[in-house]
């Protein structure tokens, strides 16, 4: 392992694309390899077993591509299959603790809610993991299943929206004082739940602290990239469609590298 090997990326779409640009952001020096499952999406609403062989796959592939410590950009791969992709030689991170960490700090949150896919919202990860570290906090957790896909498929913001407030209006949802956004692909719609509450409703998301976690544990084990290479980052998926082509381009504007790659026959 050298500092100059790339970082490895995963989800199930373009989910991961948020993550991979907030890392990007905080450590330009990275090269990054990305692989987007969107043969599989959406992973949410699949079995453990399922989530877990498909990441187990996708982890093999990363290292073969020669990356130095793997982010599983995935909450859904994060809640079920850590364990298993934990067990590999190389730092692995995951999507849910930078959140834990951030909440364990923050004394003003009280009643937080959680949104997420089916396998994540019934994992219970998160409301284990706050209460091992909060236990005077009350969690909330909704399932919203049809939100991956519809930020998967759909831009416009007219569907979205109608589908966004119907699960935000959820009692389940109500009183909350902050809300996590548990799947990867919600801080697409972040602009939108901050309108619904009209900002009085605290947006946690991991985007926002997964860049330090990983630069601390890099910079700890020599293998923080000091030089400025200039690479191309490398995205991969195992179905090529226009769409991830398209949020490709928006998230990393410059040249980047996109590429079918079948992995999983
Ligand atoms: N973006 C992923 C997550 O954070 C997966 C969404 C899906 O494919 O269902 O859970």
């Known amino acids: 392992m050298n500092a100059e090997d790339p970082i490895g990326i995963f989800d199930s779409g373009i989910g991961g694309l948020t993550v991979a640009h907030a890392i990007n952001k905080i450590l330009p020096y990275e090269k990054i390899v990305y692989f987007g499952d969107t043969q599989h999406l959406p992973y949410g609403n699949k079995s453990i077993n399922k989530i877990t062989q498909y990441s187990i796959k996708i982890v093999d592939f990363l290292l073969k591509q020669k990356c130095k410590a793997i982010i599983i950009a995935c909450n859904s791969a994060s809640a079920v299959a850590y364990q298993e992709i934990v067990k590999n030689k190389v730092p692995i991170f995951d999507v849910i603790k930078p959140v834990i960490h ?26 284990d993991y706050i209460h091992a570290v909060r236990k005077d906090v009350k969690v909330s957790s909704l399932a919203t299943p049809l939100l991956a896909s519809l930020i998967e498929e759909d831009d416009r913001k007219l569907y979205q929206k109608g589908i966004i407030e119907a699960y935000l209006e959820n009692n389940k949802l109500k009183n909350i004082d902050s809300l996590i956004l548990g799947c990867t692909h919600y801080p697409l719609i972040e602009t939108q739940i901050n309108e619904f509450y009209n900002k009085k409703v605290e947006i946690i998301s991991a985007i926002k602290y997964i860049g330090h976690s990983v630069k601390k544990v890099l910079e700890k084990n020599n293998l923080l990239n000091q030089k400025n290479s200039k690479h191309k980052h490398h995205f991969y998926v195992s179905d090529y469609t226009t769409n991830f082509q398209k949020k490709t381009k928006l998230f990393f504007p410059k040249s980047i590298i996109l590429e079918q790659e079948n992995i999983f026959s």
């Open 102 to 127: 951030y909440i364990s700090s923050q004394k003003h949150i009280q009643h937080i809610g959680v949104i997420g896919t089916n396998a994540t919202i019934s994992s219970g990860v998160y409301k």
